[in-house]
């Protein structure tokens, strides 16, 4: 392709932190195959240092559904805007990665004006919104989705889906663990312990006070039990700090989930894409999050269709590691299970073995690199 014509021009669209990066990897990856594509969209700092021009920043600004209202004059601009653009514009492709409440009206704008749509991250319909397939079949073109079950699922149901590895992993191939961890040797009272309480506001004001208060709890029971906290960057770290309880004191890790899950013996996670890097590092987790109880109660026990709520017992198909989603007023049963956990190295063990096993059909390939060969291959004729 590198002796085309013309420019091909992708529009991409990201709304997360998470998808700025995965969108960053796939378009330095595209520009492997042809460093000629123009780039333009919405995302974040990663996309426009892999050469993205963005007419907004989205991925610094994403809230959680019920912080979300605030946001919603402006998000419907931008959609307008997004609209005019592709109407008025010769764009060859549109990819749009995650984030299904906000791409798929980016998806449906592109539609309209007549341009192929790429998925990237499959929305997790199968979890909580199956009425929504028939939205996705008009405006998908094609799919590609990180976890295995879902290209039977989708393509069962219509949409022309590829599996194309995980890009959560992406990065971290070659230094992920290839063997369970043994833990014949551990004592409770020397155990290091990992707490991430995730990178959104929402998340850490949900979990961090709570994390805290665990980890306080088992230090009282088990004084020399060395804590690490993961923050997302310098500000979460600030953040982290000043909202730090009375006798509660740890280290922390910028950025790192990896680093910090390869060291610990043990993890408190919340749930998310981060509990796939700690269940590659072989480290055993108890996976937290907390939700409104009156939301949950009128809505949430009722949309979602999956027997276990968090990504890595969905995937294991059983509960592999003790989740509480969500765990609302009372961290008792956390604190608990935590220690019977500390206390149990068999079960630690097969914990750890467990998880190395899910984990090895999402690193089978380049997530980054398929999708790219996807994309390239929608592209018309030069």
């Known amino acids: 392709m590198s002796g085309q014509d013309r420019t091909y021009r992708i529009f991409i669209s990201a709304a997360e932190p998470s998808g700025d990066g995965h969108c960053a990897a796939l378009i330095e990856a595209i520009r492997q195959a042809n460093p000629d594509i123009e780039f333009v969209g919405v995302g974040g700092d990663k996309m426009a240092a892999a050469g993205c021009e963005l007419f907004e920043k ?3 600004k994403a809230a959680m559904i019920y912080k979300a209202f605030g946001h919603v004059a402006r998000y419907i601009k931008l959609i307008f805007r997004i609209k005019a653009y592709l109407k008025k514009n010769k764009v060859d492709l549109v990819i749009v990665c995650d984030s299904p409440a906000f791409n798929f009206h980016v998806a449906k704008a592109a539609k309209k004006a007549g341009i192929r749509t790429l998925f990237y991250v499959a929305p997790q319909l199968w979890a909580w919104a199956g009425w929504r397939i028939g939205k996705l079949r008009k405006c998908c073109d094609k799919l590609a989705c990180i976890l295995p079950f879902e290209q039977d699922w989708f393509t069962h149901r219509g949409v022309d889906t590829t599996f194309v590895g995980n890009p959560v992993l992406d990065e971290f191939k070659g230094k992920l663990s290839k063997n369970a961890r043994t833990y014949k040797d ?6 290091t312990i990992a707490l991430m309480p995730g990178s959104r506001q929402a998340e850490i004001d949900g979990l961090w006070p709570a994390m805290q208060q665990i980890a306080v709890q088992l230090r009282r029971r088990y004084p020399g039990i060395n804590l690490t906290a993961v923050a997302v960057d310098e500000k979460g770290k600030h953040v982290l700090k000043s909202m730090q309880v009375l006798g509660f004191r740890c280290r922390y890790i910028i950025g790192s989930v990896v680093e ?21 590092c072989g480290c055993p987790m108890v996976i937290v999050y907390q939700s409104s109880k009156l939301l949950w109660h009128l809505l949430g026990r009722w949309l979602v269709k999956t027997k276990r709520l968090s990504l890595v017992n969905i995937l294991a198909g059983d509960e592999l590691v003790p989740e509480y989603m969500p765990y609302f007023t009372s961290i008792d049963p956390i604190v608990y299970t935590l220690e019977r956990l500390l206390k149990d190295c068999d079960r630690l063990s097969q914990i750890s073995s467990g998880l190395i096993e899910l984990v090895k059909p999402l690193q089978t390939k380049t997530a980054a690199r398929k999708t790219a060969d996807i994309a ?4 018309p004729p030069a």
């Open 58 to 60: 989205t991925a610094d």
């Open 186 to 191: 551990l004592e409770p009272k020397k155990a």
């Open 260 to 280: 910090a899950a390869s060291e610990a013996d043990l993890s408190i996670v919340a749930s998310g894409t981060a509990t796939l890097q700690v269940a590659a």
């Open 376 to 379: 390239v291959s929608m592209l």
